[in-house]
């Protein structure tokens, strides 16, 4: 799946005219083609625009230099936020999980299989038991059990600083502190299983059996401070009925999950979601 | 779709050997054919046994009391709750709204057409603004508007009591008292336009937009004292974006208000559902 | 809904470079601002490029005729077909019915709701049973019985030609000869009761219960000749088991129907819809 | 997931008066509690009649013979078709693959995580490449190369008679003989990779992209002589867009391919179907 040559450049600024050509322009006159082309304005007077632009330009990496410079420009005249990413290298994802393997056995085997566009370089856990099944893999498993939180994190910041450029949560059972999110200098997706914001907290399976719901989900989000308040990346459901246990309800949601945090890694994978305050913009 | 001489039976009582072959055989030996036979244990130790038996019996009119004689035994015996219904006499509704007319009109449309099993008999509102298009469907339109409470409930009470088994609630903007509840003394089924118990309260698809929810839903359910905490019936979402507005979301959601609300009523009028605490069992 | 000063312009040709520069460039020289712009190419080397880019200009009904000459250029460098439509203006459409009236009074209520954005302007059936639901709306209902199919299409042309920018088959049992749809120069919009091309032909819900599938559809599509082949607009499905009877398949599907249709109907509406061989884009 | 002194019984017979009472009353007086109890009727004149009732008798193995022997009395009055199945023992399956792995992967991933009920005994396949991955999980895998059909077939078969209750076909690319159907006296499932009857037959993806459907999906069925026509057990979509290549329509058709047929081969596994002519019934 990487595409040589081949980059994807994210913007964001105030809404205003003029932005679309001037930003297709410039490709134009930097030999680049656009492959393709997604932009979203919110709705509301001065509103916000967002675009995600695909192109191709032979030789890409010694010319890079010279476009970033001319973005540079339009940038500053727009008031624009940007990143260019070069979709011929796979982004570094290090896996946080604890004992339930459904999510990190999904990410694993869509990797391999080249269905998901990313290097996993590690796999983090408190527990050891699933050191055996992620090593078939050919990925590295580190254990480093929970205890003193503060040499826990030190030692998962000393594996992941420069080292990765995404931090997956495939049902880590441990809570992030703020002063980890905040040093490790790279996004974090975490999976929750229940729709949020129905559910937020522990246990969600048996509240939804409790409540007496008609459909279990689960939601791919960008973790902050506030665990299950982050950024939106994705979200499913599936239909239950009162026939079912809380623990069948588990199950069925495991399948949920998985496929729900997948979509959400390839996603980011592919540079197609932006951040647009508690929300996220998928383009 | 009404049946002559048609019943169904409905039974709750604690989970024990034996209920199914007694309810079977005692139908069996006042002549009755089974025709479905629907039954569900919760699986907890000392669980709730709950069965739908819908039966044909010729002469049933005739015959009812000296099977509801023998039921009463038997039910004697298990410590059962039950209800014996006609198949043959469709439900007497009354719809309350306020201005939203969409899931008043997906109900009297369905009513219109045979493909909901109900008689709509009156339709209340506190705004006067449907009028004409209900009664264009031949029902009866009473405009109680909003003001001294205990006044309205004590003119909605005199229509309704005794001339309804179903109140539906179809977007209605008032909320109802306890005493109003407890005096009507027949169920209420009413819709919420979120996917409960998200974005309980009011104002859900502006709330869903704030935080970029993927999907929206609707909830049906029987209304009690705490508005939206009453067992849950029905409920469906559908799939939503970053670039729907929050009006966007009012009017996707809206579709599916009206099948959820539409499903959950017809439900209700095959008598599938059986209260079980907090929640549903829909057989 | 209707958007003063803003044009959809659609435009397919051959991929190439410079199309994306080309064309926001020609609108921003004309003062005209992109609300949004979306685009696709078809992946296949030799592919084809199709865009839709809505934008505001003020006063641009006195405009047009200058951005028409420099758009026609463009259209000539690139080998471009191209469209431009008023978003201001509202689709005139005429909706074909025979009997079943779910699809029709959907299309009708949702106008009426304004959350179509069409102008129904006449209904043609060939049975009189829906002239009062029809004029209800305050829309014209005209019976053109059948019997002689050339005086039958005659006297729908006569009613149709330079009167309508769209027709929709909303159910409507009788087949278009093909020199009708040459004649009458508008695109057609058909909802055929199945998930094609699975139960092309008639009697699709009753095939569906004899195969025993577990979901039923819809499809809307064009109409073209050949009735079932036309490109597919939207479909949906729904789930049903083994207890549902063809009589409550059909009842089912009706609830797909109009949803499927409805939305097809509106994406047309919007010129979102690019057909692309026997296949759309949808933009 | 075994449970003792649990047992399935199915029944099928023409429709008639007395049934469940008769079958309620013997277990009863056999001294069994039933768990569970769901039946359905054809609802034409001259229907047939299913039951599935699960039941619990303490020392069940000791006592089967006793209630084998009142059941064919019962069944010899009523004209049934029956089957007792005992919930202790789990399903021998066989599960023959090709190259595809998502299919094998997910059904031997999830007999180990516990939440598929079956003991998969062996896998047989036309090509080596599999080899390693299936014996991770400890299972036995034979290479059985295409060649002379008829030889091909009596190795296959030399394996499983005896030895297998079930043959899961996951994605496997070569035809099975009627003769082999018939000898081998046990049901075979297998998925397809479209919704059946669309797509009948070679290459479903690649002709679901050329007809521009807007929904892909897998179907899983009891294989029959005529492949693609056996009673169809579960089926599932998934929503696709025009800017999804045939490639990727696989690879989306892949999830939905996994899921219905660990579905399937689930209710298999728990006795929950019943073939009904060229459908079945789900209880």
Not at 82 to 103: E, G, N, T
Request: net charge negative; charged share 25%.
């Amino acid at each position: 799946m990487a595409q040589p040559d081949t980059a994807r450049l994210l913007i964001a600024c105030d809404d205003q005219p003029g932005i679309v050509a001037a930003v297709a322009g410039l490709l134009a006159a930097h030999g680049a083609n656009i492959i393709s082309l997604d932009q979203h304005s919110t709705d509301a007077e001065g509103g916000r625009f967002f675009q995600r632009t695909v192109f191709h330009r032979e030789g890409l990496a010694a010319h890079r230099p010279a476009l970033e410079a001319d973005l540079a420009g339009i940038a500053e005249r727009f008031g624009m936020q940007w990143s260019l990413h070069d979709a011929s290298k796979r982004k570094r994802v290090a896996i946080f999980v604890s004992k339930y393997d459904h999510c990190l056995m999904e990410l694993l085997w869509r990797t391999q299989r080249g269905q998901l566009d990313i290097d996993v370089t590690m796999v983090i856990s408190n527990h050891p038991d699933l050191a055996e099944a992620v090593r078939s893999f050919g990925v590295p498993f580190v254990h480093i059990p929970a205890g003193d939180k503060a040499e826990m994190e030190r030692r998962q910041l000393e594996l992941l600083q420069g080292n990765v450029d995404l931090v997956v949560l495939a049902r880590y059972m441990q809570i992030l502190t703020d002063a980890f999110i905040e040093a490790l200098d790279a996004p974090v997706i975490n999976i929750h299983h229940s729709f949020l914001p129905a559910f937020i907290g522990a246990n969600p399976y048996a509240r939804a059996k409790e409540r007496g719901v008609k459909l279990i989900g689960a939601t791919a989000h960008y973790a902050t401070a506030d665990l299950d308040e982050g950024p939106i990346i994705e979200q499913d459901v599936t239909r239950v009925t009162h026939s079912e246990s809380a623990a069948e309800l588990q199950s069925r949601g495991a399948d949920v999950e998985r496929l729900v945090l997948a979509r959400a890694v390839q996603w980011h994978a592919e540079d197609r979601v932006i951040v647009h305050g508690r929300s996220t913009v998928i383009l």
